[in-house]
């Protein structure tokens, strides 16, 4: 199973970016998906989460109201719309799995595939 993920780069605070992963190894179409970020010196958090389906969302407080989380199952990818970005959300963006199953989860633990990640960073 691998993950790609893609779409980081600089950007100006209050300014977007979108970001895709892209799932090879395994049909993803059960299975929840999440994002979580790591700044430097700090622990892996959650950023977003999408059910299976694609009916449920979860966002950190952090980023409620600010980023979009979204799949294609038919193209086993999921996605990360950030808006209004903060140079605090300056971090390694990573795709994750949940293959596990149970309720969507917002910890590290409840995802046990991982993507390499992909950098943000929200500067002038």
């Known amino acids: 199973v691998q993950l790609q993920a893609s779409g980081g780069g600089l950007v100006q605070p209050g300014g977007s970016l979108s970001l895709s992963c892209a799932i090879t190894g395994l049909p993803v179409s059960g299975y929840a998906l999440g994002w979580f970020r790591q700044a430097p010196d700090k622990e892996r958090e959650f950023v977003a989460a999408i059910s299976w389906d694609g009916l449920y969302t979860y966002y950190s407080d952090t980023v409620k109201g600010r980023f979009t989380v979204s799949r294609d199952n038919g193209k086993n990818m999921q996605f990360l719309e950030m808006n209004t970005l903060k140079p605090e959300d300056t971090a390694v963006y990573y795709c994750?799995?949940?293959?596990?199953?149970?309720?969507?989860?917002?910890?590290?633990?409840?995802?046990?595939?991982w993507g390499q990640g992909t950098q943000v960073t929200v500067s002038s």
């Open positions: 994750a799995v949940d293959s596990l199953g149970g309720p969507v989860g917002q910890k590290v633990e409840h995802y046990d595939y």
